[in-house]
């Protein structure tokens, strides 16, 4: 079974740049897997930040944005503020209507 | 404004049945696909499955197939997750959501854009 995979932690400094990756254990994403990058906070439902690889949802800073970076899908932070700490998952669709979430990434802002 | 209501709790016994709802409005619920998150205590998130309201096509996760069951009621905008025999590990958080986009007059369970707040189920003896 393929398994999605992604930085389990990664911190960025206020005001940096971060770029969290979306990989498969096998082979490359590309668009057809339509990436998606959801942020969670403690206690919170996930929100929908990017889809289709690079549209931003409705409502989400334009400080994130979404890409293909090599073989991986990317989510890059520009400007992180201290309310960008939170847990990021990407999830990619496999086809015949399934999809599957990442591990997760810990973001810490400090 | 597209809303999904979840009931906030649930707590059973192990070997009890159960079956958790969402409530679709704001949005014509027989067009779009409707997703399962489970989120066990400290973990990530896990897709379990998707329905269409629409015809009731449902797919599973490898990994949830057997293990519960999604069903939807059309005429009251509603899905369900439901289990026959509740487990101790079955205790998680299950969100719900719309999947997306549509095109061409049909839509596909591509990505998530709406969430429900999710339903805590504790099963404990």
């Known amino acids: 079974q393929t398994v999605v995979t992604q930085e389990p932690s990664f911190s960025v400094s206020p005001g940096g740049t971060v770029t969290l990756t979306c990989g498969l254990s096998s082979g490359s994403v590309s668009t057809t897997y339509y990436p998606s990058w959801y942020q969670q906070t403690p206690g919170q439902a996930p929100r929908t930040l990017i889809y289709s690889t690079n549209s931003r949802s409705s409502g989400v800073p334009d400080r994130f944005s979404g890409s293909l970076l090599g073989n991986k899908a990317a989510l890059t932070i520009t400007g992180a503020q201290a309310d960008d700490e939170s847990d990021y998952y990407c999830?990619?669709?496999?086809?015949?209507?399934?999809?599957?979430f990442g591990g997760g990434t810990k973001l810490t802002v400090l | 404004e597209v809303h999904l209501a979840q009931p906030g709790a649930e707590v059973k016994k192990p070997g009890e049945s159960l079956k958790i709802s969402c409530k679709g409005s704001g949005y014509n619920f027989t067009s779009y696909w409707i997703g399962w998150v489970r989120q066990m205590p400290g973990k990530g998130l896990e897709w379990m499955g998707v329905?269409?309201?629409?015809?009731?096509?449902?797919r599973y996760s490898p990994s949830f197939q057997g293990q519960v069951t999604i069903s939807a009621d059309k005429s009251i905008s509603t899905a369900y997750l439901q289990w026959s025999s509740l487990k101790a590990s079955d205790t998680a958080i299950y969100y719900c959501?719309?999947?997306?986009?549509?095109?061409?007059?049909?839509?596909?369970?591509?990505?998530?854009?709406?969430w429900g707040q999710g339903t805590l189920v504790t099963v404990s003896s």
């Open positions: 959501a719309r999947q997306l986009p549509c095109t061409g007059g049909y839509c596909y369970p591509y990505y998530f854009d709406s």
């Open positions: 329905i269409h309201p629409g015809d009731s096509d449902t």
């Open positions: 999830m990619l669709y496999m086809g015949s209507g399934i999809s599957v």
